[in-house]
């Protein structure tokens, strides 16, 4: 599934990282490629996850669907927060 970290997680992770200093106005001025299309494909995601939690046949399933979509709406909420 998706193993996509916010920018601030992966610098974290990433300390060497040059970002802090090519973007001296902070991460939110950073460019983000592809960002209506990461919005869309999570919005997709969310959909699809969402009619799973709530109507699937398979138990297991439901509860992985439940238990995934916090996580696909918290990126999806990061990547429109980013877009303003």
């Known amino acids: 599934m998706d193993c996509a970290v916010s920018i601030e997680t992966w610098l974290q992770l990433h300390p060497e990282s040059s970002l802090k200093n090519e973007y001296p106005l902070g991460l939110d001025?950073?460019?983000?490629?592809?960002r209506a299309q990461m919005i869309a494909g999570h919005e997709r995601a969310a959909a699809l996850y969402r009619a799973q939690a709530a109507?699937?046949?398979d138990k297991d399933l439901r509860k992985y669907a439940k238990d995934t979509l916090p996580i696909i709406e918290k990126h999806l909420a990061e990547l429109r927060r980013l877009q303003k």
């Open 29 to 34: 001025a950073a460019p983000l490629p592809g």
């Open 55 to 57: 109507t699937g046949e």
